[in-house]
């Protein structure tokens, strides 16, 4: 028996969905400019998962995906264009977006990106220039 919980997230419509198991590696809140404009918002809530923790269950064939660069593979349905998740294979995990998973319990512990940030947020959580130095950035934190 095992005591992991999981979540069930779907896209706007419905038609791709999808479960986390476990917890996420990491979570918080993205100021990118490629975040921003991806999810239409001045600021992205993101959940990081190792990729064998999300299984799409439903859908999968429906899954449009797109690359601006190696980093992230964006995925959104392709009847509602609701975005489902991002993958980045570079830090080795998958980004399910907050929003994505309504019943999660989101407990934001950084803001990464925070130099691009149009939207400040005082809310005491540590912000990051770019990402933590075990995920590839400089791990440089940055005024509130």
């Given at each position: 028996?095992?005591?992991?919980?999981?979540?069930?997230?779907?896209?706007?419509?419905?038609?791709?969905?999808?479960?986390?198991?476990?917890?996420?590696?990491?979570?918080?809140?993205?100021?990118?400019?490629?975040?921003?404009?991806?999810?239409?918002?001045?600021?992205?809530?993101?959940?990081?998962?190792?990729?064998?923790?999300?299984?799409?269950?439903?859908?999968?064939?429906?899954?449009?995906?797109?690359?601006?660069?190696?980093?992230?593979?964006?995925?959104?349905?392709?009847?509602?264009?609701?975005?489902?998740?991002?993958e980045h294979p570079g830090m080795g995990l998958t980004d399910v977006y907050a929003a994505v998973i309504p019943d999660f319990p989101f407990q934001p512990g950084v803001h990464v990106h925070y130099q691009e940030t149009v939207l400040r947020i005082r809310d005491g959580?540590?912000?990051?220039?770019?990402?933590?130095?075990?995920?590839?950035?400089?791990?440089?934190?940055?005024?509130?």
């Open positions: 028996m095992t005591d992991e919980h999981t979540y069930k997230g779907s896209c706007f419509c419905g038609a791709v969905q999808l479960t986390v198991t476990g917890e996420p590696a990491a979570m918080g809140y993205c100021h990118c400019e490629s975040c921003r404009h991806w999810s239409a918002g001045p600021v992205n809530a993101f959940t990081l998962w190792k990729p064998e923790a999300v299984q799409i269950t439903q859908g999968a064939d429906n899954v449009g995906t797109y690359n601006k660069s190696p980093n992230s593979y964006r995925k959104w349905c392709e009847t509602c264009g609701g975005h489902v998740l991002t959580l540590p912000k990051l220039k770019d990402v933590p130095e075990e995920l590839g950035g400089s791990g440089e934190s940055i005024a509130e």
